[in-house]
């Protein structure tokens, strides 16, 4: 069963054009929740997160929205630049609970085409 | 400074065999975090360390799958009876105070296993 789902494997996005990668979970215990970049043959490296107390987070041309009561996250990337093509992987954690595990999404193949 | 390292980057296996996967962490980093990612799949967590507590173990899918932390520092990974199911690329990442609300885990570049 899982817990943090990316429904979409793919996204093809015009260069300029804002990317919009969405993230749901199940786990109403999650309180925080990160989005992490991975490049072929390198580790993921982390890119925003987001506290369950805020809804927006911003920083550059990257934005996560947190919906509480939908259970869902998306990161938003404007404008698109050919350097973001990569995998973005959600991911969330119980920090109430002590330190937990990251539990990840399964990923989302972003592809900017210049 | 130097980030998180593992080795081998590739390691091919024959079914039945043991293998050793290494990873060393961000020096002073308290937490360190074993995952793994199969073919089409998300990161799955594994087993974590954080200082001298004793490890979360939950995520370990056999007992064939063991991990040791030397204080601080190194981690291995272990698997026993290596198994097709086994092959995935096994991540380590480590953090300075254990908690993903504190702080961010850094990961390494990965060990890609393949069990023939």
């Known amino acids: 069963d899982q817990q943090v789902k990316q429904n979409s494997p793919s996204l093809s996005v015009q260069e300029g054009r804002i990317s919009i990668l969405n993230c749901d979970y199940t786990?109403?215990?999650?309180?925080?929740f990160l989005w992490y970049k991975k490049y072929p043959a390198e580790g993921p490296t982390f890119l925003i997160s987001?506290?369950?107390?805020?809804d927006k987070n911003e920083d550059g041309r990257f934005t996560v929205f947190l919906n509480k009561s939908a259970k869902h996250l998306s990161l938003h990337i404007v404008p698109s630049q050919p350097g973001d093509s990569a995998v973005y992987f959600c991911?969330?954690?119980?920090?109430?609970?002590?330190?937990?595990?990251?539990?990840f999404g399964k990923g989302t193949r972003l592809s900017v085409i210049a | 400074g130097a980030g998180v390292s593992q080795s081998p980057s590739n390691k091919v296996t024959e079914k039945g065999k043991d293998v050793e996967l290494r990873c060393d962490p961000i020096?002073?980093?308290?937490?360190l975090y074993w995952y793994r990612q199969r073919l089409g799949q998300g990161l799955e967590f594994l087993i974590y360390?954080?200082?001298?507590?004793?490890?979360?173990k939950s995520g370990l899918p056999s007992d064939r799958f063991s991990a040791e932390r030397t204080g601080e520092s190194v981690s291995t990974l272990t698997i026993q009876r290596t198994q097709q199911e086994d092959s995935a690329v096994y991540l380590c990442?480590?953090?300075?105070?254990?908690?993903?609300?504190?702080?961010?885990?850094?990961f390494g570049p990965g060990t890609r296993l393949t069990v023939l």
């Open positions: 990442a480590s953090s300075s105070l254990g908690g993903p609300s504190t702080d961010t885990q850094y």
């Open positions: 786990n109403s215990m999650f309180d925080y």
């Open positions: 987001i506290s369950s107390i805020k």
């Open positions: 991911a969330a954690s119980e920090t109430n609970s002590g330190n937990t595990p990251l539990v």
């Open positions: 360390f954080q200082g001298n507590s004793a490890p979360d």
């Open positions: 020096s002073g980093h308290t937490a």
